[in-house]
């Protein structure tokens, strides 16, 4: 037994040092002139869009002077509401989440108006918690954007478009379908179709195929996501319909590439570098007590402009 | 005084771990950074008091995270319209039933208790998800979400609940029939036969057990997290183990303690908070959680695989069989 606990011992201590060893490569990004910690915790940082939010949320902090303190919540929401919780106890001046679960911000937004600390979510959602600042992309105004772009190719034919739409409960997600609807109803396009793809390429691909069968005279596709764009790009090759536009939304690789191999048309670009450094600018402002300036007051929502991006664009 | 640690080496090892991080690092010269260790502390060692008596009896529940996702989906999902106590008495039938079936395709039909549990847990996940649709649920009132969050007298709730189940585990354990019996289960299986144990009752009675508190902690989560979705803690029957591993429960069966479970799981949370508030990586502290899990197991194997061939040819804590004459 006093083995045993010889051992425990021994790995505790390792334990111990190893967290404080790597403690010493990873570092901490600090000033001299200090202002005080901002913390991130951060989706998942094994992916290409967080990985540039977290560049934008870090250069932000660090160009205003403060501290930064990230954490990973590695696509895990128990981590990002312990995690989360671990900030808070840091401190720190201002919490800047992106949720990997929206429906578990409640306790953590919870928390740290107990301690006065401001919450500012970075994309996904609120869920319906009380958090000072959300920052998205300009969703409506990407969807009109595409409209505008299919409005501007599309000169002669039937006038029939279709919208493939993310899940309902993506309430940010739909919206970029109403955007690109009311653009195009507008000027007497027709939508035909509007149908759910649950954000799946291989539904994209199944419903766009129905699509083909259904109304054949279609002109112009609008996806909500990029994977299903590319998924309804496949069916129109499979189909032999090249004709037909293609617009998805993200700035995905899978999309640019696809633009760039002819059988997309184009894509709404989102920018997460923006977004992150837009989020700190408002911890700041909240942290000074200054006011901010909502794009919908009630929602306490802020849009980041996306990008149109073209064959043009990517050569 | 030092009797009394020797052979506790978990508590010895917190000891010191809580010591070298008050020392290098300012984050835990709060009293705060301690009592978020206790909270999250909380959930994984009210699973693990379950867990405990199955590793005794030389099982394993692989169900565990599948059964906290569906009960969790389940609790916040009628706690809305039911109010709390039926709720709970509910959700703990619930988790009853669950470990009777897993207990029964164990001990009635023979599977092997990890293949058994962890067919069960596609099954839970997939009911969970059925039911959920996938989707969140979310149940965010106040009355409900203070038994995760709150705090009474300074102390997690969470915490308070989990030291009175501990000690209730360890009465169970400690001072019943029932607990005899599963001790003398897990050490010999033949001999407890023999001394007339209804070995398979046994064994039913603990995955029961598990389910109880696994029902409980999937409250608990349900209530902290103020949401609930189908694979929250898929992979979380894992850290369970370790915590219950590490507290000197061993792999080979017929020894285990509540209080060094407890004790354990505070220890694990600490790893945890201890890595989040050094700022250490995302990706190294998978290789920290490698680690863990690595000592974990050669510990509950390796150290005690003797002691454990020991009591299994001296039929410690067993009754003497019965004879019966006429």
């Not at chain 1, 760039?260 to 992150?276: D, H, L, V």
């Not at chain 1, 794009?295 to 664009?313: A, F, G, Q, R």
């Not at chain 2, 996940?125 to 649920?137: D, F, Q, T, V």
């Not at chain 2, 897990?186 to 001394?195: C, I």
């Amino acid at each position: 037994m006093i083995k045993a606990r010889g051992f425990l011992i021994v790995i505790s201590l390792t334990l111990a040092f190893t967290i404080m060893g790597c403690q010493a490569n990873t570092g901490k990004v600090a000033n001299v002139a200090s202002k005080g910690k901002i913390g991130f915790s951060v989706y998942d940082m094994q992916y290409e869009y967080f990985q540039s939010m977290e560049k934008g949320t870090k250069q932000g902090i660090v160009d205003l002077g403060y501290d930064y303190i990230l954490h990973d919540q590695k696509s895990d929401q128990t981590q990002m509401v312990s995690g989360s919780q671990d900030l808070i106890n840091q401190d720190i001046a201002a919490l800047i989440i992106c949720p990997n679960n929206p429906e578990a911000l409640g306790p953590i937004v919870e928390a740290a108006h107990a301690k006065k600390i401001p919450v500012i979510v970075d994309d996904i959602g609120g869920g319906n918690s009380d958090y000072d600042a959300i920052v998205i992309s300009d969703n409506i105004g990407g969807g009109r954007m595409a409209g505008k772009y299919a409005i501007k190719n599309i000169k002669a034919g039937s006038r029939e478009v279709a919208i493939i739409k993310v899940e309902p409960s993506a309430t940010f997600a739909v919206r970029r379908g109403e955007g690109f609807k009311s653009e195009v109803t507008a000027v007497g396009f027709k939508v035909v179709k509007e149908l759910s793809g649950h954000s799946k390429q291989e539904e994209g691909y199944s419903i766009m195929k129905d699509i083909i069968t259904s109304n054949p005279k279609i002109q112009a596709v609008f996806c909500e996501n990029d994977p299903m764009a590319v998924g309804a790009a496949q069916a129109c090759i499979d189909s032999k319909r090249k004709d037909i536009m293609i617009i998805g939304f993200n700035g995905d690789k899978i999309a640019l590439d696809a633009i760039k191999a002819g059988i997309m048309s184009a894509t709404i670009k989102q920018s997460p570098y923006e977004m992150g450094k837009e989020t700190v600018s408002l911890a700041n402002k909240l942290i000074k007590g200054e006011k901010i300036k909502f794009d919908d007051e009630k929602k306490k929502e802020i849009y980041i402009s996306v990008k149109l991006i073209t064959k043009e664009d990517i050569n | 005084m030092k009797s009394y640690l020797k052979g506790r080496g978990i508590l010895v090892s917190l000891i010191l771990l809580w010591m070298i991080f008050f020392i290098t690092n300012e984050n835990f010269r709060r009293i705060d950074s301690y009592m978020s260790i206790l909270r999250e502390a909380s959930f994984v060692g009210v699973a693990a008091i379950g867990m405990t008596f199955c590793i005794i009896i030389k099982a394993m529940d692989l169900s565990i995270g599948a059964m906290i996702g569906l009960l969790a989906i389940i609790t916040l999902s009628i706690v809305g319209k039911l109010g709390l106590i039926t709720t709970i008495i509910i959700i703990l039938i619930f988790g009853a039933i669950f470990g009777l079936i897993n207990g029964f395709l164990y001990a009635k039909l023979g599977l092997p208790s990890f293949i058994a549990t962890l067919a069960m847990s596609y099954i839970y996940k997939a009911i969970a998800l059925i039911y959920s649709k996938g989707r969140p649920i979310q149940f965010s009132e106040k009355w409900f979400t203070v038994i995760g969050n709150g705090n009474f007298l300074g102390i997690p709730v969470p915490f308070i609940i989990f030291i009175g189940l501990t000690i209730l585990g360890s009465i169970i354990l400690r001072k019943t029939i029932l607990g005899r019996q599963i001790t003398a289960t897990g050490n010999s299986e033949k001999a407890s036969y023999l001394s007339g144990i209804d070995v398979s009752k046994v064994k039913i009675i603990v995955f029961v057990l598990v389910g109880i508190f696994t029902a409980i902690a999937a409250i608990l989560i349900s209530s902290r997290l103020w949401s609930a979705t189908a694979d929250m803690k898929s992979g979380y029957e894992f850290d369970v183990i370790a915590v219950v591993v590490l507290g000197g429960t061993s792999l080979k069966g017929g020894k285990g303690n509540m209080f060094d479970t407890a004790v354990a799981s505070v220890f694990f949370a600490s790893i945890y908070t201890g890595m989040n508030m050094f700022h250490i990586g995302a990706y190294l502290q998978k290789i920290v959680e490698g680690i863990i899990l690595v000592v974990a197991f050669s510990r509950g194997g390796g150290v005690q695989i003797i002691h454990s061939k020991l009591k299994e040819n001296k039929l410690t804590n067993v009754k003497k069989p019965r004879r019966e004459y006429k």
